[in-house]
């Protein structure tokens, strides 16, 4: 489980065990994070998918004062409520999605919340194939159509909640498959779980120090991934000479100003 703070930083990770369901220790998990923290600063805001969707991290949140978007379990009351939204108090998001709103609470929840509906525009199953589809299968297709968002945030409209919400594929999501992918920790070296705990610790240390190492680059550069630095970068040729005292680095004269820059910059960064 990864733990993701502004810009893509990893603040933790919980190495875990395969098998291990993925809503397990959530809230001790957030817990975790917060640990990390400079002392007297705090989340202003969590932002999790449905693994989170459970009363004890709803009412953590609302009892720290901590605003939260869980995308949302689709159960028998949501279905309900879904049901009862009338055609007109369906809004346009987009040109395939429509978006409406309720009040909801659930079983321990100490205070109700606002839950975002996004329908989407998806091909309908003809009435004349419905006898000879299954009931799990039209129950899937229903599902894919609507997709929900549960927020204590009041201030923020339906819309701007979703548009926060889907930021997570950015900043979260897109940025664990740069940690599996391009640091390699999609592959574990060994049979031994605390051997692959350390071995996943190093990793998420070096994706850090990249991201901290980005900053120092040219702009041009710092949406790029690390595979790409590797390419633009890391696999510059040079030569490392010794002469009359002096060590120096003798690389083309076309990657001379990337190099100095980046000389500069670490430099003005050590002295803040």
């Given at each position: 489980?990864?733990g993701h703070?502004n ?8 190495f875990?065990?395969?098998n291990?369901a993925?809503?397990?220790e959530n ?8 640990l ?11 932002r ?11 009412n953590y949140?609302?009892?720290e ?7 949302g379990r689709k159960?028998r009351s ?11 108090e369906?809004e346009t998001?987009s040109k ?6 309720f009040?909801?609470t659930m ?5 109700a919340?606002?839950?975002?509906v996004v329908k989407?525009d998806?091909?309908p199953?003809l009435?004349?194939?419905e006898?000879y589809?299954?009931?799990e299968?039209m129950?899937q297709?229903?599902d894919e ?5 549960a927020t ?7 819309k701007?909640i ?10 979260s999501?897109n940025?664990?498959k ?9 592959y574990?070296?060994t049979s ?13 240390l070096?994706y850090?120090l990249?991201?901290?190492?980005k900053q ?9 991934t690390v595979?790409?630095?590797?390419y633009?970068?890391?696999n510059?040729?040079g030569k490392v ?6 060590t120096v680095?003798?690389?083309?004269e076309?990657f001379?100003?990337?190099?100095q ?7 003005q960064?050590?002295l803040?």
């Open positions: 489980m990864i703070i810009g893509g930083w990893v603040i933790d990770a919980d875990r065990d395969g291990e993925p809503a397990s809230l001790e998990f957030i817990k975790q994070c917060q990390q923290l400079p002392i007297g600063t705090k989340f202003d805001r969590v999790i998918d449905s693994a989170g969707y459970q009363a004890s991290i709803f949140c609302d009892k004062e901590m605003l939260f978007t869980i995308s159960d949501v279905w309900s409520s879904i049901n009862d939204i009338k055609d007109d369906w998001l395939k999605e429509k978006i409406s709103e009040f909801h079983n321990g929840t100490n205070n919340f606002r839950m975002i989407k998806i091909t199953i009435p004349t194939l006898g589809i299954s009931d299968v129950q297709h229903k159509m609507y997709y929900c968002i204590n945030d009041n201030d923020l409209t339906a701007e979703v548009k926060l919400h889907r930021q997570r594929g950015e900043t999501e940025k664990i740069e940690l599996k992918n391009g640091f390699n920790m999609s574990l070296p031994d779980f605390e051997a692959n705990s350390f071995y996943f610790a190093i990793g998420t070096a850090n990249f991201l901290l190492f120092i680059l040219d702009k041009s550069l710092q949406h790029h595979k790409t630095i590797r633009k970068l890391y510059i040729a000479i010794s002469h009359a005292r002096e680095l003798k690389v083309n076309q001379m100003e990337l190099l820059n980046i000389r500069i910059k670490a430099y960064m050590s803040e």
